[in-house]
């Protein structure tokens, strides 16, 4: 999912899957008002995950007959259990509240060097990292990626030709040409794309039912070709990436802080916080860390840079196994309205006279921002992972 140079959200596709069989839906709440987005729905038995949208609202589907035990959890949150009676093939409705806990952080631990108590988390983190790898024999997945953009057209309205035949052609390069044209040609994009994951052990992926579930205007051959390979990935790699701030690359480019611990269902959750060395770097991001005492699993990952915000959740699949749920990028929200002036702001106090092409942009922005048309670009990803079959 890191891969992905889509980084920017204002609002996702509220999109429910139905599939036959029994299933299972309803609304997560504080205390039956708030929506409690990110709740977890949990079933011990068949290891079963789902996470709910932004309207608290979640589904799981093919629940077999019977007793139904399940666990709703969330960070900050007193876990809740429930049982279903399951007797026939029908639609169930379980709403769900849940009750805000009081935690209180322990003391700040400052870490100055390599024997801290941060860095000792970071060595267990990645020590069973590698030994879960191994002890993950198999696993089945569905992920549903909701894609979203806006406003992007005015992105070659401004650019001069030759500029935006390079991003093009760069982008193209990469594999991604089709989707870039796609988003650049619309005023307005809405598509949601899912696929069904086979895994027999370490990279060993199989995918099928790619099916894309809704688009907004038509998608063709080649760009819809393109979403079903952005969802080839390793799930297990991307939480536990070497490149990743946690790992051994990653970690020569930040520096880590123990900010203390809370509760989670029973467990102690240690709170890291990274940030970069090089902090004027506008790409690297802050980062927020939640290990699980004992298990060393990373339950949530927050990311905060200058141009965007990236929640990425994770849940024990079982054996101690965590694996991400969902995923969500955020942008800086800035209308062009607002960039416009900054950028009119930056230009007039520069000591010399701007160059050619920045004129001919400014000018072509104006024009926009008189236009009275209301902007605010953004291209984003949302990913839900629910995972079955699981096999240690």
């Given at each position: 999912?890191?891969?992905?140079?889509?980084?920017?959200?204002?609002?996702?596709?509220?999109?429910?899957?139905?599939?036959?069989?029994?299933?299972?839906?309803?609304?997560?709440?504080?205390?039956?008002?708030?929506?409690?987005?990110?709740?977890?729905?949990?079933?011990?038995?068949?290891?079963?995950?789902a996470v709910a949208d932004k309207n608290g609202e979640y589904r799981i589907d093919n629940i077999s007959k019977g007793l139904v035990e399940l666990e709703f959890s969330h960070i900050g949150y007193k876990t809740v259990k429930k049982k279903v009676n399951?007797?026939?093939?029908?639609?169930?409705?379980?709403?769900?509240?849940?009750?805000?806990?009081?935690?209180?952080?322990?003391?700040?631990?400052?870490?100055p060097d390599d024997d801290d108590m941060a860095?000792?988390?970071?060595?267990?983190?990645?020590?069973?990292?590698?030994a879960n790898r191994k002890a993950l024999k198999g696993y089945e997945a569905d992920i549903v990626q909701n894609f979203v953009a806006k406003d992007a057209?005015?992105?070659?309205?401004?650019?001069?030709?030759?500029?935006?035949?390079?991003?093009r052609s760069y982008v193209k390069l990469n594999n991604r040409g089709a989707i870039m044209n796609y988003v650049l040609d619309n005023r307005s994009v809405e598509v949601a794309v899912s696929t069904h994951i086979s895994n027999t052990g370490w990279k060993h992926n199989s995918y099928s039912g790619q099916t894309v579930l809704?688009?907004?205007?038509?998608?063709?051959?080649?760009?819809?070709?393109?979403?079903?390979?952005?969802?080839?990935?390793?799930?297990?790699?991307?939480?536990?990436?070497n490149d990743e701030a946690y790992g051994d690359k990653?970690?020569?480019?930040?520096?880590?802080?123990?900010?203390?611990?809370?509760?989670?269902?029973?467990?102690?959750?240690?709170?890291l916080e990274a940030r970069p060395k090089d902090e004027d770097n506008a790409f690297y991001s802050t980062k927020k860390v939640y290990v699980v005492d004992g298990d060393w699993g990373i339950l949530r990952v927050e990311s905060q840079s200058r141009m965007s915000s990236r929640t990425m959740e994770c849940r024990d699949i079982g054996g101690g196994i965590y694996m991400p749920v969902s995923l969500v990028e955020q942008p800086a929200k800035i209308s062009f309205n607002t960039l416009y002036e900054k950028a009119r702001q930056a230009v007039d106090s520069l000591e010399e006279k701007p160059g050619r092409m920045v004129r001919n942009v400014m000018k072509k922005a104006a024009r926009l921002n008189e236009s009275g048309r209301q902007i605010t670009p953004y291209v984003t990803h949302e990913f839900r992972i629910t995972y079955s079959n699981v096999k240690l």
């Open positions: 999912m890191k891969k992905y140079i889509y980084i920017t959200l204002v609002s996702l596709l509220a999109f429910v899957y139905k599939a036959g069989g029994q299933s299972l839906h309803g609304r997560i709440s504080v205390n039956d008002t708030l929506p409690l987005e990110y709740a977890t729905v949990y079933i011990p038995s068949n290891g079963s995950v399951v007797k026939q093939e029908r639609n169930y409705r379980l709403d769900v509240p849940m009750e805000e806990e009081i935690v209180e952080l322990d003391a700040v631990f400052v870490t860095s000792f988390i970071l060595r267990k983190v990645w020590e069973k990292a590698l057209d005015i992105i070659p309205k401004l650019m001069p030709s030759s500029i935006m035949f390079m991003i809704a688009s907004n205007p038509s998608l063709n051959t080649k760009a819809r070709n393109q979403l079903f390979k952005m969802l080839k990935m390793d799930l297990f790699n991307e939480v536990y990436d990653g970690r020569k480019q930040y520096r880590f802080n123990l900010l203390g611990n809370i509760d989670y269902n029973g467990k102690t959750v240690y709170i």
